[in-house]
T-cell receptor
Framework: QQPVQSPQAVILREGEDAVINCSSS?????VHWYRQKHGEAPVFLMI?????EQKGHEKISASFNEKKQQSSLYLTASQLSYSGTYFC????????FGGGTRVLVKP | DSGVTQTPKHLITATGQRVTLRCSPR?????VYWYQQSLDQGLQFLIQ???????AKGNILERFSAQQFPDLHSELNLSSLELGDSALYFC???????????????FGPGTRLLVL
């Protein structure tokens, strides 16, 4: 079953922070985060493992709450380059992606 | 550049036709995954091959089939094409089989299919 992402879209000014949430109705072994810029391929950001620690990429970090079956992606001091669509993927025997969150960072 | 290549980059065809999309994984990667992304839609997992064998299946239509060859490249065959099959088709690769935790997947640039 597809994980649910929220919000569906967010508009930020450069330097602002944002949080993207990813929830699953199934127990999670891991959560994967990818970013896709318009017209391009998705690019891997990070994997969070059950019982593992928070991992980061640039000033993007994430957390994984196993009990709540949720993950959150934190965009800190956002840069123009952070614009794109962020997908979370939950792993079972195959990676299932959420519907995506569109992020637009304006100057 | 992820190291995954896909050909062709663009494909325009008519309803009822059959097309083949090709993917070469990163050097050393054993798994190939196929995804469909329709306009403004998320990534829909179609199928995974690991070292030549089908490993996982998603929402792949019966009109679609895939295979992975001994040199590990993969082909996705789409037949009896319909207008709704117009989409961006991505292939991705990973070093191992994925498993319950999953692995980092490296995506190719995609093939944009337009069915007229």
């Amino acid at each position: 079953q597809q994980p649910v992402q929220s919000p569906q879209a967010v508009i930020l000014r450069e330097g602002e922070d944002a949080v993207i949430n990813c929830s699953s109705s199934k127990a999670l072994y891991s959560v994967h985060w990818y970013r896709q810029k318009h017209g391009e391929a998705p690019v891997f950001l990070m994997i969070l493992l059950k019982g593992g620690e928070q991992k980061g990429h640039e000033k993007i970090s994430a957390s994984f709450n196993e009990k709540k079956q949720q993950s959150s992606l934190y965009l800190t001091a956002s840069q123009l380059s952070y614009s794109g669509t962020y997908f979370c993927g939950t792993a079972g025997n195959k990676l299932t992606f959420g519907g995506g969150t569109r992020v637009l960072v304006k100057p | 550049d992820s190291g995954v290549t896909q050909t062709p980059k663009h494909l325009i065809t008519a309803t009822g036709q059959r097309v083949t999309l090709r993917c070469s994984p990163r050097s050393g990667d054993l798994s190939v995954y196929w995804y469909q992304q329709s306009l403004d839609q998320g990534l829909q997992f179609l199928i995974q091959y690991y070292n030549g064998e089908e490993r996982a299946k998603g929402n792949i239509l019966e009109r679609f089939s895939a295979q992975q060859f001994p040199d590990l490249h993969s082909e996705l065959n789409l037949s009896s094409l319909e207008l709704g099959d117009s989409a961006l088709y991505f292939c991705a690769s990973s070093p191992g089989g994925g498993g319950p935790v999953g692995e980092t997947q490296y995506f190719g640039p995609g093939t944009r299919l337009l069915v007229l």
